[in-house]
């Protein structure tokens, strides 16, 4: 549910294909405080019309005509710091993974995503947060190998990682590795969105985490959940 007092968030999507631009486009509309303001077919236009209208959101697919999605978001990134990206594709393929994270993108979610899963992490995005899709997280992690310290004293670390946390913490991480947002965390526990935030703060901490993505990679990394 999104305040009355909570700004519209204007969306632009960059995708060639017409009917999944459509579909994006009225599914996306179907929520609350979501606008979708701009669309391209092409990263070549993408980049004209980001500059022109300024989005707060950028959906941006990697498979273009032309100039890909990682290019593209590079670009933007570089004139635009403050447009928010996300990454929209259909499948992980290692290299492509690794391309996209050195981009600048604020998040990378599979086209399979729910509608709604989808809304969220946009409006998520748009205050600051980082998402990535825990598929491509675990792809993200294959690729980079983990420090020596962390593999030399890994059973330690573990056990401290999950010691650290209560079990109510640990419940909140679990939803966090799943992608859910502050607000449904807080629906799930049956617990305020205040109290859902303090538990976050508490585990990025315990972590020693600057960020929900980072919790959620190193919860996966280290079997801590
Ligand atoms: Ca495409």
């Known amino acids: 549910?999104?305040?009355?007092?909570?700004?519209?968030?204007?969306?632009?999507?960059?995708?060639?294909?017409?009917?999944?631009r459509m579909g994006l486009k009225s599914s996306l509309e179907e929520f609350d405080g979501i606008s979708v303001t701009g669309e391209a077919e092409d990263a070549e236009k993408g980049l004209l019309v980001a500059e022109r209208l300024k989005p707060d959101v950028i959906l941006m697919d990697l498979g273009l005509p032309g100039m890909n999605g990682i290019e593209a978001t590079s670009r933007i990134k570089q004139t635009n710091p403050n447009i928010k990206i996300i990454?929209?594709?259909?499948?992980?393929?290692d290299e492509e993974v690794l391309a996209a994270l050195g981009s600048g993108a604020n998040a990378y979610?599979?086209?399979?995503?729910?509608p709604y899963a989808l809304a969220n992490v946009i409006r998520?995005?748009?205050?600051?947060?980082?998402?990535?899709?825990?598929?491509?997280?675990?792809?993200?992690?294959k690729l980079f190998p983990k420090p020596d310290n962390?593999?030399?004293?890994?059973?330690?670390?573990?056990?401290?990682?999950?010691?650290?946390?209560?079990?109510?913490?640990?419940?909140?991480?679990?939803?966090?590795?799943?992608?859910?947002?502050?607000?449904?965390?807080?629906?799930d526990l049956i617990v305020s969105v205040h109290t859902a935030k303090a538990h976050?703060?508490?585990?990025?901490?315990?972590?020693?985490?600057?960020?929900?993505?980072?919790?959620?990679?190193?919860?996966?990394?280290?079997?801590?959940i």
């Open 124 to 141: 998520e995005v748009a205050k600051g947060a980082c998402w990535l899709d825990p598929v491509i997280a675990k792809v993200a992690l």
């Open 109 to 114: 979610c599979l086209k399979d995503i729910e």
């Open 200 to 224: 976050v703060c508490s585990i990025l901490q315990k972590l020693c985490v600057d960020d929900r993505v980072q919790a959620a990679v190193k919860a996966v990394r280290e079997n801590i």
């Open 150 to 187: 962390i593999r030399i004293s890994s059973h330690n670390q573990l056990q401290d990682g999950r010691g650290q946390l209560t079990e109510r913490e640990l419940e909140v991480l679990r939803l966090l590795v799943k992608g859910k947002s502050n607000t449904e965390i807080a629906k």
């Open 1 to 20: 549910m999104t305040s009355v007092l909570e700004k519209t968030v204007n969306v632009m999507i960059v995708e060639d294909y017409k009917l999944t």
């Open 87 to 93: 990454i929209l594709t259909s499948h992980e393929r």
